[in-house]
């Protein structure tokens, strides 16, 4: 029993970060521009958040730093790809190679490993929800997570309204899905594409600033470890729907639950467990790609 | 075609000079000499006979990985999990190297090389299968089976394969046989020969055979491809189990020449597979311009070492100026049509025309 709430709870805690920048990530995707930074803001999110911690001892300034210095990288982003028209995949791939240089490069200059901010105790950002916590299974499922947790939970539902329900979610999906449609209808499609562009840069600082401050209170190089790829997987499979591609993103939190929790008994192997959601996703993503080919009909074109 | 030529490249040397600035600027406000430190940087790799050596020794295996990307990119098909395969032959090719006891050194070497770049033909069917039958874009398949990729290493290395002698996790090292051995006194191993045979391989099939062209006009037009004749599936699978088998051969000439056995930092950071990207990029795609982009990564690479150790600047300025390399390459600085003047007369004619607005 008291695994299984372990392993529920840690299952939540991973999700997260891949949930925020799922969520992020899939206006990008919906304005047609494939956003493969989200690992490098995200990485700066949780740079900037632990620097501007340790330095300012500010908790709202930490997380603010941290927005801002992402909605930058956004910028950047949208500026090259959207404005100047080059190529997405490697304006986000210099993105996810310079953000890591730039903070092993201050933490050199600086001449720490690591940064800690030990005046933070992750505790104060825990949220318990007064009734909830007493129910044995709930309690551990909902309740006691950094304030990031219940944000990215919002932001499913925000996101699935702002898409859905709003002249911007239409106009965003009008100029992905046909720009020329969006140009006759005199849709701003650079401005609309640049705004998604900037929707994702700002989750992704949630999802660094969480990763990172909330839990910790630590940043270490590199610890991001390709979550925001396997954003950009779930955001593929759910094909940006925000409640499909949420539920891929907490595939990945159990399994990776699964992975920690389980080492304990299976020792190395429990490793493993962490690839496994991988060829879930590989395995989901050939069987959409062939059932959506059947119904095309086409000649033998790729 | 001379023109396109030259503007090409600049388009390559544009990047290199403005990341360098930047580089500069960063130098300049922590208070360090940046030409100073530009100097120590490239003199050694570039001008020393040792330098230069050990820059052709590391560049090796980049030129493999970055003509494992120009091959894809050039059919308009993007293998990121170069990588991936790349580790894997290295990995397997270890294993050969460490396993199997064969007397005869060149032997040895030889199916050592062999297992490598089967390693990577394999591990590189996966998205190339459901690229070309499925429709699966290959792009998140080869990313995402990166990771399945490290992680599997991770957990051979420390695991089953695990040299137990050692401090830190590693598999054992491989015999002498399996060995490259350098030349002379230089750095230089006959790897390097290997590599380069390879890239001839390419300068002529990419120049002059059909292979080339078919590539092309599969990257530029598929439609057209397929509605010529040629047969865009086998030929899609055909670059992606070639672009595999380059990756194959440098992880395996990486851990022949270099590492000896498998650690986890056995690529580096950003790893060989990574910097093959922007050694294909910045050689515009073309095997002799991943040549030149080869030779100059790798000086980067080595010098950066030599920052940290004269001049006390922290040796991830190198990292920053590649990373802002890539960015820069990402646009175009010069258009095939002078950008800037065109634009202009666009403006000026719409001025005329009642639905200028439109284009």
Not at chain 1, 57 to 71: F, P
Not at chain 1, 109 to 117: D, F, H, I, K, R
Request: net charge positive; glycine share 10%.
């Amino acid at each position: 029993m008291a695994l299984l709430n372990r392993i529920l709870y840690d299952a939540i805690y991973h999700t997260t970060p891949i949930l925020l920048c799922v969520i992020g990530g899939l206006f990008a995707y919906k304005a047609g521009v494939l956003n493969i930074a989200l690992e490098g803001m995200m990485l700066a999110g949780s740079f900037v958040a632990v620097l501007v911690a340790v330095n300012s001892q500010s908790v709202w300034l930490a997380y603010l730093s941290a927005i801002a210095v992402s909605l930058i990288l956004g910028l950047v982003f949208s500026y090259m790809s959207v404005n100047r028209k080059g190529n997405v995949i490697i304006i986000g791939l210099a993105i996810n190679m310079i953000v890591p240089a730039v903070a092993g490069f201050v933490l050199q200059s600086m001449g720490v490993p690591n940064l800690t901010a030990k005046w933070i105790n992750p505790v104060i950002f825990r949220v318990h929800l007064p009734v909830v916590e007493r129910i044995p299974v709930l309690g551990s499922l909902l309740s006691g997570h950094p304030i990031g947790t219940y944000i990215s939970f919002l932001v499913i539902f925000l996101a699935y309204v702002l898409l859905y329900k709003t002249k911007f979610g239409i106009y965003t999906r009008v100029v992905g899905e046909s720009p020329e449609t969006a140009k006759s209808l005199g849709i701003k499609s650079n401005y609309y594409a640049t705004l998604a562009i900037l929707i994702g840069s700002l989750l992704c600082a949630v999802a660094g600033v969480n990763l990172a401050y909330e839990r910790l209170g630590i940043f270490t190089n590199n610890m991001t470890a390709g979550r925001g790829f396997i954003a950009i997987a779930a955001i593929y499979c759910g094909k940006g729907e925000p409640l499909k591609s949420s539920l891929y993103a907490f595939i990945f939190g159990l399994a990776r639950a699964l992975a920690v929790n389980l080492s304990i008994y299976a020792g190395n192997v429990a490793a493993l467990f962490d690839i496994i959601p991988y060829f879930v996703m590989i395995a989901i993503l050939a069987v959409n790609a062939g059932y959506s080919n059947r119904n095309l009909r086409m000649r033998t074109y790729w | 075609m001379k023109r396109i030529k030259w503007k090409n490249l600049a388009n390559s040397v544009l990047p290199v000079f403005f990341a360098l600035l930047i580089g500069a600027v960063i130098m300049l406000a922590m208070g360090h000499n940046p030409l100073n430190a530009y100097r120590i940087m490239f003199e050694r790799p570039l001008f020393t006979l040792r330098g230069l050596t050990n820059t052709l020794h590391i560049a090796g295996p980049l030129l493999l990985a970055g003509l494992a990307i120009a091959v894809t990119f050039r059919s308009n098909l993007y293998n990121m999990g170069v990588e991936g395969q790349l580790i894997f032959g290295g990995f397997l090719a270890g294993l050969a190297g460490a396993y199997l006891h064969i007397p005869n050194p060149f032997l040895h070497k030889f199916v050592c090389l062999v297992v490598g770049i089967i390693a990577g033909m394999m591990f590189v069917l996966i998205p190339a299968i459901l690229r070309a039958f499925l429709r699966v874009d290959e792009m998140v398949v080869t990313l995402t089976l990166n990771y399945v990729m490290m992680t599997v290493l991770e957990y051979l290395s420390s695991g089953p394969f695990r040299n137990q002698g050692a401090g830190y996790v590693s598999t054992n090292t491989i015999d002498k046989t399996a060995m490259f051995n350098r030349i002379g006194k230089t750095r230089l191993t006959p790897f390097f020969i290997i590599a380069f045979l390879v890239f001839l391989l390419f300068f002529f099939m990419h120049k002059r055979m059909v292979f080339g062209y078919r590539g092309e006009a599969v990257g530029k037009n598929p439609e057209f491809a397929e509605a010529t004749g040629l047969r865009v599936r086998r030929h899609i699978v055909q670059v992606m189990i070639i672009s595999g088998a380059l990756a194959g051969l440098a992880g395996a000439g990486h851990m022949m020449s270099h590492e000896f056995n498998y650690t986890l930092s056995f690529s580096g950071t950003p790893g060989i597979g990574w910097d093959g990207m922007l050694i294909s990029l910045l050689g515009g795609h073309s095997p002799a311009g991943v040549l030149i982009a080869a030779v100059f990564y790798s000086a980067l690479k080595t010098g950066s070492d030599n920052i940290n150790m004269y001049t006390g600047i922290p040796k991830e300025i190198v990292a920053i100026i590649q990373g802002l390399i890539v960015l820069f390459l990402s646009i175009r600085f010069i258009n095939d049509r002078f950008g800037l003047t065109k634009r202009w007369r666009n403006k000026r004619n719409m001025k005329g025309t009642v639905h200028g607005t439109f284009e």
